[in-house]
């Protein structure tokens, strides 16, 4: 299994970014995706996670309100729309996907990640 993880980039304060993820090399339906971050000198940080038929989603409180999760299955791909950036979203993004029907704000729930992408924000 490969995810790929794309469309960050550097961005200014109060504006969006929207990420991707393409999971490839699947044998399985069914899975939770989640999206996690880690800036440097911090410990990896739960983003948000998505149920594979989309109807539920859990977010870190940090970005509640501001993105927003979503998946379309047909096209294999998840989102994750980010709005009202901030400087403290600056990190790496990493899209993970856990074979478990629970949402998870723990990364050790998660079988597979991808490399992530580099999220700028300047303020």
């Known amino acids: 299994v490969q995810l790929q993880a794309s469309g960050g980039g550097l961005v200014q304060a109060g504006g969006s970014l929207r990420l991707s993820c393409a999971p490839s090399g699947l044998t399985f339906d069914d899975y939770v995706i989640g999206w996690f971050r880690q800036a440097p000198g911090k410990e990896r940080e739960f983003v948000a996670a998505?149920?594979?038929?989309?109807?539920?989603?859990l977010y870190g409180d940090s970005v509640k309100g501001r993105f927003t999760i979503s998946r379309d299955n047909a096209e294999n791909t998840e989102y994750l729309q980010m709005n009202s950036l901030k400087s403290e979203d600056t990190a790496v993004y990493y899209c993970a996907i856990s074979r478990g029907i629970l949402l998870q704000y723990n990364a050790r729930s998660y079988d597979y990640w991808g490399q992530g992408t580099q999220v700028t924000v300047s303020s």
């Open positions: 998505i149920s594979w038929s989309g109807g539920s989603t």
